[in-house]
């Protein structure tokens, strides 16, 4: 497989160094007419067609282009709906499990090794992570201490399974940190073409709150940097494994506006894999709707005059170091003040880790109360749908029904809950929370408990509640032998209504 594309690649070894072929490269001055010229070739860039039925076509309308070889990148995805992302494609298990068979990630990982990699000569791979504890939605960390590039995709395999068992997954999920840095790596190479393949779990975080027509804050900053990095020679190629859901990631490349050209394809790894073909179809297949705009989006770079160009205006980007013991002291050799403070998994939670919500990890608390959510909790899409089982494997929901207690179900179609243990103790004796139990069924209370602790401090309702439809098995207290399941629809957001 990888031959296929290496026999068109290979050529020359230079280190990140461009070869093409000679071609007529227009220059592009001032005036009018070169305005109206430049916005002409962005309105034919603006949407590029899956126009290729074959692997050989697509490397063929590669090689009548000039490219000869690029550059990869890699971004991993770390947040926490990767531990039940895998309930249907991973046998219900986390999508970054090390063990005895590859997970999702490391078979992405090692496909894309086979049929990307001959992209890149010098088979120097930047690797980052987002969306872990250190990083949640505003930074990367690299794949090493010093910000040093991995060598061939076994080493980028290697450092992956050192760095998985001691990360806390968190999020919320934004793009926008790996694009970032993606295009500064770019600019700094004097504007060389690179591919950034993004292999991640989910779509961006997206509220049950926010309208059809407006963005999440995450994915306002994501739509931003796929136009800004539409102005540098970059293709993004996003690599979706688990579950999904996809919907929005499938339509997401139509909806970002005003771009240079069209930079982004996404690729539904987990379909892919799933068809009943031969693994070499597969990886066939798999190669084809990764490469499948490449041609046209290189063709669109150099007719726009931004391939070979440095325009020394990128975010300049410091990764953070891996969140390894051993590196928790370690500066990257691109350090930016402040940026090697991500330490280990193993160490203390830091100040900052403390103040944020026990449930969600990532939304500060309301320190006025003590607990308790300030805004949008992320990830809205992700909730699991929850089986019957005695015992309930989603960590989230094993903190909601630790957290609840006996103070803790509402039957009437939602699950409200306490964000903390000390919510918990903090709604005793405010009243209202002690209901019948006539028909039998679980008591209704944290609702009730919840808004009169808050309406009694000045607040109006306080809601915590979860998107997607399961059924939950819980142990009422009040009947120490008896297990009953009860049907909770629960929209993933948690706010005050002040």
Known sequence: MGGVIGALFRGGGHRREMHRAPMNRPVYGGGGGENHRRAMLTKKYSYIPDNYQSLDQVTAALRDQGLESSNLILGIDFTKSNEWTGKRSFSGQSLHRIGSTPNPYEQAISIIGKTLAPFDDDNLIPCFGFGDATTHDYNVFSFHPDNSPCHGFEEVLSCYKKIVPHLRLSGPTSFAPIVEAAVDIVDRSGGQYHVLVIVADGQVTRS???????????????????????????????????????????????????????????????????????????????????????????KATMELGILGRSTGKAKRIMPAPPPLPSAAGRQPSLSRAGSAAATAAATPPSPREDQVCPICLTTAKDLAFGCGHMGMWGEPDQMPNLSTDDSIQAEAVLRMIKCLGTDGIELNSVLNFACSESDCAAIQGTGGCSFPDDDGSLPTRASVAMNAYYQARGRNSWNCFFNGTGLITITDPNKTNQLETIQVTVNYSARFNS
């Open 208 to 298: 049950v709150d926010t309208s059809d027509n407006d963005l999440s804050p995450q994915e306002r900053r994501t739509v931003d940097s796929i136009v800004m990095a539409s102005s540098y020679p970059l293709s993004i190629v996003l690599i979706g494994v688990g579950d999904g859901p996809w919907e929005d990631m499938q339509k997401f490349d139509d909806k970002i506006p005003a771009r240079q050209f069209d930079n982004f394809q996404f690729v539904n790894f987990t379909s892919i894999m799933s068809r009943s073909t031969t693994q070499q179809q597969k990886e066939s297949a798999f190669a084809l709707a990764a490469l499948m705009e490449v041609p046209i989006q290189y």
